[in-house]
């Protein structure tokens, strides 16, 4: 088990969430809206792109793709073993992106074969792929003062405050920088 993320060993980022017009602005699509992020930031190279009923996949000329699934949060293991099939990657060289509300807004953790923790969409990767053995960005979004005592299933497809869309804006220019994801890409 690894430690230490190396973006270098990275070939599809997937951000999942709820790709309807109505859960965009929810909790719940932390990790498409950074997987976005990334592709607004690194415009200025241009992605093959191919898109199909399950995703949109996104492949830079570094060779690294940004995927941003189609289907329900749920079903997410579908789309990303798809597209780890048609580039033959392995789990290994993935870095899942979803929002976890175990940790607190703006704030983030990278990690190597851990169990879904309760998240469903996580969970699908995990059964579709067979094996947890890949990395994840996991995006904090509970807000100490709001979500406090809330259950995750009680405010995760609520609509985000401006505020906290700032918040989750800066949190993902944060790990970019830090991380450097764009010349990652390019």
């Not at 969430?17 to 190279?45: C, D, I, P, Q, W």
């Amino acid at each position: 088990m690894r430690s230490t993320f190396q973006p270098s060993s990275i070939r599809v980022v997937a951000g999942i969430g709820n790709s309807e017009e109505k859960y965009l602005t929810t909790y719940h699509n932390a990790g498409m809206r950074f997987v976005s992020f990334l592709l607004e930031k690194a415009r200025e190279t241009a992605p093959k792109k191919r898109r199909n009923s399950s995703f949109s996949l996104f492949t830079y000329p570094s060779g690294v793709s940004l995927l941003l699934s189609s289907l329900s949060m749920n079903l997410s293991g579908d789309a990303i073993k798809k597209a780890l099939s048609l580039h033959s990657i392995q789990p290994k060289n993935l870095l899942l992106v979803h929002d976890d509300s175990d940790l607190p807004l703006g704030s983030y953790r990278f990690s190597f074969g851990r169990g879904a923790a309760g998240h469903r969409g996580v969970q699908s990767v995990i059964e579709t792929l067979g094996t947890n053995e890949f990395w994840r960005l996991r995006i904090g979004i509970r807000d100490p003062l709001t979500h406090r005592k809330k259950r995750a299933e009680d405010f995760v497809l609520s609509a985000m405050p401006p505020s906290h869309l700032q918040i989750l804006q800066k949190t993902f220019s944060s790990i970019s920088s830090a991380y450097d994801f764009i010349r990652l890409l390019s």
